[in-house]
C-alpha cells in the first residue's frame, strides 16, 4: 500500500510540468564532478574528503531558491547523499519535505566492461538492504545505468532483460525504477541500436501486467522515436540524459520530442562554480533549471 507521501509524488510524476535534476554523480564520476563546479583533485586528500565536498556542492544545488518543486520535479540522488543531513534534515526527506522535489536513488554498482557491443550492469550486492532503507528515507523510487554502444541484438536484449529482472525486484520493494539503458551518443550505430532497444524495451512493457516503470534514454536521432514508449500503459513517464551534449545542444533535442522530460546532470551543473558568490551562483544555477524547464514542456 502506497503512503501518503508516495500517492502525492506519485500525483507530482503524473500531473506536473518539469524535469529530473540528476545529481547522483559517484565513485569515478566524483572527480570529474567536482572539476567542472572548480574544485581541483588536490583539495582533497581522500574519498571522505572527496564525498564531504560533493556533498556540500550538492547541498549547495538544492538550498537555492532557484531549485524547488515548481520547475524540479526530482532529483536522483546516490546512497552517500542519502546517508547526509541538508540543514538537519536526511537528504531525500530535505527534497521532498522543503522542496517539494521527489527523490531519487541511484542503485546500480557501475558497468561491466563491454560484451556484444553493451555495458551490462555489475551484480548489485545488497539491493533488498538498500531499497528497505530508501523506503524509511521517503524515497520514491530508483534509477540504474546500462549503455549500448553498438546495434548488437543480443547485447541489447541482455541488457533491456538486465534492467526489467532488477526493475521487478525494485518493484516488489515499493520503489518505482526508472530503467536507464544509454545509448552512447558517439555510437556510430546510434540510430541503428535505437531501434533495437525500442523494439526489446517494448517487448518487456508489455509483460509487466499493471506495473509501472520510468524510462531513461539518450535524446534519439529521430525526434519523438520513443513517442510509443511516452504513451504506453505501463510508462510513468520518458526522461532523457544529456549524455555529454552540451546544455544548449540537449535542450534543442529535447524539445523536439513530445512527453519527454529532461533528466540532465552535467548539463543542469554547467556553469556553476564554487568560486561563484551565492548571488551569482543563484543566477547562474537559476538560469539552467529554467531552460531545461522550457525544453521539457514540449
Known amino acids: 500500500m502506497a503512503s501518503q507521501a508516495q500517492q502525492a509524488m506519485l500525483d ?4 506536473q510540468g518539469g524535469f529530473i535534476a540528476a545529481l547522483d554523480q559517484s565513485g569515478g564520476s566524483t572527480p570529474k564532478a567536482l572539476k567542472l563546479y572548480g574544485i581541483d583533485e588536490s583539495a582533497y586528500a581522500n574519498d571522505d574528503e572527496m564525498y564531504g565536498l560533493v556533498h556540500a556542492m550538492r547541498t549547495r544545488i538544492i538550498t537555492c531558491n532557484a531549485f524547488s518543486g515548481e520547475r524540479v ?3 536522483i540522488l546516490f546512497e552517500n547523499t542519502l546517508d547526509r543531513d541538508i540543514e538537519g534534515l536526511s537528504s531525500a526527506k530535505f527534497l521532498w519535505q522543503k522542496k517539494g522535489v521527489v527523490p531519487f536513488l541511484k542503485v546500480d554498482k557501475g ?3 563491454e560484451v556484444n557491443g553493451v555495458q551490462l550492469m555489475k551484480p548489485i550486492a545488497g539491493l533488498d538492504a538498500l531499497l528497505a532503507k530508501a523506503n524509511t528515507q521517503d524515497v520514491f523510487g530508483t534509477k540504474m545505468r546500462s549503455v549500448v554502444k553498438l546495434a548488437n541484438q543480443t547485447g541489447i ?3 533491456v532483460e538486465q534492467q526489467f529482472e532488477v526493475g521487478k525486484q525494485i518493484l516488489a520493494a515499493g520503489l518505482v525504477p526508472i530503467i536507464e539503458p544509454e545509448v552512447d551518443i558517439n555510437s556510430p550505430e546510434k540510430a541503428e541500436a535505437e531501434a ?6 517494448l517487448a518487456e512493457l508489455n509483460k509487466l501486467g499493471d506495473l509501472k516503470v520510468m524510462l531513461k534514454v539518450t535524446i534519439p536521432e529521430q525526434a519523438d522515436f520513443y513517442k510509443e514508449l511516452v504513451d504506453h500503459p505501463n510508462v510513468l513517464k520518458v526522461v532523457a540524459l544529456s549524455g555529454g551534449y552540451s546544455r544548449d545542444d540537449a535542450n534543442a533535442k529535447l524539445a523536439e520530442n513530445h512527453g519527454m522530460i529532461a533528466s540532465f546532470s552535467r548539463a543542469l551543473t554547467e556553469g556553476v562554480s564554487a568560486q561563484q558568490s551565492d548571488e551569482e551562483f543563484e543566477a547562474a544555477l537559476d538560469a539552467a533549471i529554467e531552460s531545461i524547464y522550457q525544453a521539457s514542456l514540449t
Not at 12 to 15: F, Y
Not at 196 to 201: R, T
Open 111 to 113: 558497468l561491466e566492461a
Open 157 to 159: 536484449k541482455a541488457v
Open 73 to 75: 520535479l526530482g532529483a
Open 12 to 15: 507530482k510524476i503524473l500531473t
Open 196 to 201: 533495437l532497444l525500442k523494439q526489446e524495451i
